[in-house]
C-alpha cells in the first residue's frame, strides 16, 4: 500500500488543489527522506514557483513545477499520502506545501518514513529514474506486451504481477483481485499461461483497477486515506483480498487465505474453485 488506484486517487486529489497555483514556500520536516537535493535546494526551487502539472507514474506522484524549475517526485510507499484536511496524526508530517494567496497547505504525511522525496532538475533525470524502477504502466499496458512479458518467466503469476519492473502500479491487494476476476490460480507458472488466459488477466486489470479508482481505493489500516481524510471504498466490493473464508461472490465456495512462494509476510486470497491450479481454456 498505497497501490496505483490510491495513488491516482492522490493525484486527482491534488490536481485541484495545486495545479496552476503559486507555491509560498515548501517546508522539509524530515531532511533524510529528501533524495537528489538536501533541504535548503528544494526550498529554494520551491519558493514563488508555479504548480505545472500533478500526475502519477506507477506508484509514483510527479509534480511539476513551470519555468523549469524542476520536478518533485515522491513515492509514497507502505504509509506515505498527502492530506489537504489537517492530518490526524500532525507528527507524521514529512514534507509541506504551502500556498501563496490562500495560505492552504497541502501536507506530505508517513508514518513509517518509507516512503522518498525526489527532486530533478529535468524530465530526462526523471524519466532515467522512472525506466530504472518501472516497467509500463498497469492502465496502458498493450495486450501483447503482458503476454510477453509474462512468457519470460517461471515465476508464479502473481509475484510477476507485483513486480514494478513488469508492470507499474499492481500490489497486493490488487494482484489478488485482478487472478480472482480472471479465473488464474496465484501459482501458476506465468510463462505457462496461454495467450488467452493473459488476454483475461489483461482485460481483468483494466476492469479491476478502474472499479478501484472509483471507489478511491483500498482502506484496510489507518496507512491510507484520501487527500480528505476519508477512507477509501473499495475493500467494502471486492471480491477476494481479506475475505479467507468467507463465500465467494462468484460460486459461493469459501475463499481461501494462504502463502505463497516470493511474497513473504504477504498473505494471497483465491477462490480454489473459480481458480484451479490446472490450465483451463474455459473461466470458471
Known amino acids: 500500500m498505497p497501490e496505483l488506484p490510491e495513488v491516482e486517487t492522490m493525484v486527482r486529489g491534488l490536481r485541484p488543489a495545486l495545479e496552476g497555483r503559486r507555491i509560498a514556500r515548501i ?3 524530515d531532511p533524510s527522506m529528501l533524495r537528489g537535493c538536501d533541504a535548503r535546494e528544494l526550498r529554494r526551487q520551491g519558493r514563488n514557483a508555479v504548480v505545472a502539472s500533478v500526475g502519477r507514474r506507477g506508484k509514483w506522484v510527479v509534480i511539476v513545477l513551470a519555468d523549469h524549475r524542476g520536478m518533485i517526485v515522491i513515492q509514497p510507499r507502505m504509509t506515505g499520502g498527502f492530506w489537504l484536511a489537517e492530518p490526524a496524526r500532525p507528527e507524521h508530517v514529512r514534507l509541506s506545501i504551502r500556498l501563496a494567496n ?8 508517513d508514518a513509517r518514513r518509507l516512503g522518498r522525496i525526489h527532486w530533478f532538475a529535468e524530465e530526462a533525470e526523471a524519466e532515467r529514474a522512472f525506466a530504472q524502477s518501472h516497467g509500463p504502466d498497469a492502465l496502458e499496458i498493450a495486450a501483447e506486451d503482458l503476454a510477453a512479458r509474462l512468457k519470460k518467466t517461471r515465476r508464479a503469476i502473481k509475484p510477476t504481477l507485483m513486480d514494478q519492473k513488469v508492470l507499474a502500479g499492481i500490489g497486493n491487494i490488487y494482484a ?3 487472478l480472482h476476476a480472471s479465473g488464474i490460480h496465484p501459482e501458476r ?3 505457462g499461461l496461454t495467450r488467452e ?3 483475461r488477466i489483461h482485460a481483468a486489470i483494466g476492469r479491476i483497477l478502474a472499479i478501484a479508482i472509483e471507489a478511491e481505493g483500498s482502506s484496510f489500516d489507518a496507512g491510507y486515506r484520501t487527500v480528505l481524510g476519508l477512507e477509501g471504498g473499495f475493500l467494502a466490493i471486492n471480491s477476494a483480498y481479506g475475505r479467507g473464508g468467507e463465500p465467494c461472490r462468484t460460486c459461493g465456495d469459501p475463499i481461501v487465505k494462504t502463502r505463497i512462494a516470493g511474497l513473504i509476510g504477504r498473505p494471497t486470497y483465491f477462490c480454489p474453485s473459480c481458480q484451479p491450479r490446472r ?3 474455459r473461466r470458471r
Do not use: L
Open 279 to 281: 490450465p483451463t481454456r
Open 102 to 109: 490562500a495560505g492552504e497547505i497541502v501536507r506530505y504525511c
Open 27 to 29: 517546508d522539509v520536516h
Open 189 to 191: 507458472v506465468s510463462s
Open 176 to 178: 489478488d483481485e485482478v
Open 197 to 199: 488466459e493473459s488476454g
